[in-house]
């Protein structure tokens, strides 16, 4: 399937944006000193909130994830702002996302602030099926 030039471009900049959003996500909480995965894991209320909450009952497991989100997040934006590797960082990306809307969905009571409340549908899942759409491209079919 060929796309026009318009779809490429459109594509494209739809990588970009994505990728900034994720690197920025990844700088702000590399530089927050007080940044930490703990209470966003402990409103978890859903599906694997056992295992969310075993996280944070373990200072080492919450390192570990605050290290693996904030560099995810970090080589994840990079990728996908430059077109590097595109396809895994889209997948990787989708997975991430995934996961916070499994922690914290929508449609359960969080006492943390969400900027995305659409009762089954928030901002991660919407990104995250952008991104499986992005992934579903060849390489030489978007711009990187």
């Not at 007080?34 to 409103?43: D, F, G, K, R, V």
């Not at 056992?50 to 904030?70: E, K, M, P, R």
């Not at 969905?105 to 009762?119: A, D, G, L, M």
Request: some cysteine; aromatic content about 18%; hydrophobic content about 55%.
């Amino acid at each position: 399937m060929n796309l026009n030039k318009t779809a490429t471009w459109l594509l494209t900049i739809l990588r970009v944006v994505i990728g900034w959003h994720f690197l920025y996500e990844g700088v702000a909480k590399a530089f927050n000193p007080n940044w930490s995965s703990a209470l966003y894991l402990m409103e978890s209320k859903w599906f694997l909130s056992g295992f969310f909450h075993w996280i944070i009952s373990n200072t080492t497991s919450l390192q570990i994830i605050d290290f693996l989100n904030i560099w995810g997040l970090l080589i994840i934006g990079i990728c996908l702002f430059l077109g590097f590797f595109s396809r895994a960082a889209s997948i990787s990306g989708a997975i991430l996302l995934l996961l916070y809307f499994v922690a914290n969905p929508p449609f359960v009571y969080s006492s943390v602030p969400s900027q995305s409340h659409f009762y089954i549908i928030n901002y991660n899942l919407i990104e995250a099926i952008v991104l499986i759409v992005l992934a579903s491209f060849k390489g030489d079919q978007l711009w990187g």
